[in-house]
């Protein structure tokens, strides 16, 4: 790894950031070992840090239909698609760690359909794909056919939610140049 800059956008020291950014990030480097650099990224805008962490909690830590390691690989396809660096190494290793599988994460970011997935994750991730591509051409024909497969209408808002949400940190990861910690690459692959 270099030592490039972790945004191009500075980064607020942690003591000068409010206390309960600084705790969540204290937090996240004491359960991790490191502090992952989207949280120093987002911290430059506090209001945002809290609102897309907020968001972020919402989607991807709630019981429902979808597992944990679904979420990320919905979250792992669309930043392939958008050629996220960050997401895509980030949350491959949280893919990677969730799906207990050390290959799944380069399956999937790779091109998903060649992944050793179940057919009915395919689906899921081909509906995602299409929010993340053509949003405007979802149609109830999509729902029906994730139905038929057993996903919930719960279920189809969270595949959304979650692409369109993770288009948007994409973008944001692009924009700023957000460069993945070196800690990620290993995770999960022993």
């Given at each position: 790894m270099t030592d490039a800059?972790?945004?191009?956008?500075?980064v607020p020291r942690l003591e000068d950031m409010p206390e309960d950014i600084r705790t969540r990030i204290e937090t996240v480097q004491e359960k991790s070992g490191f502090i992952p650099n989207v949280f120093l990224m987002l911290a430059y805008r506090p209001q945002e840090f809290r609102a897309f962490?907020?968001?972020h909690d919402t989607l991807m830590d709630?019981?429902?239909?979808?597992?944990k390691a679904e979420r990320e690989m919905i979250v792992v396809a669309v930043s392939a698609h958008n050629q996220c660096q960050y997401c895509v190494v980030a949350h491959g290793a949280i893919l990677r760690i969730r799906a207990k599988n050390p290959l799944?994460?380069?399956?999937?970011a790779a091109n998903y359909r060649k992944a050793d997935i179940t057919p009915k994750q395919r689906a899921m991730l081909d509906f995602a794909l299409k929010v993340t591509q053509q949003a405007y051409a979802?149609?109830?024909a999509d729902?029906?056919?994730?139905r038929d497969l057993g996903f919930t209408d719960d279920d189809?808002?969270?595949i959304a939610a979650i692409a369109a949400f993770f288009g948007m940190s994409n973008r944001m990861a692009n924009v700023t140049s957000l460069r993945p910690n070196a800690e990620f690459y290993a995770l999960g692959r022993g």
């Open positions: 800059p972790v945004s191009r956008y500075p962490m907020a968001y709630k019981p429902g239909g979808l597992s799944i994460a380069d399956q999937v979802v149609e109830e729902s029906a056919a994730l189809i808002w969270d």
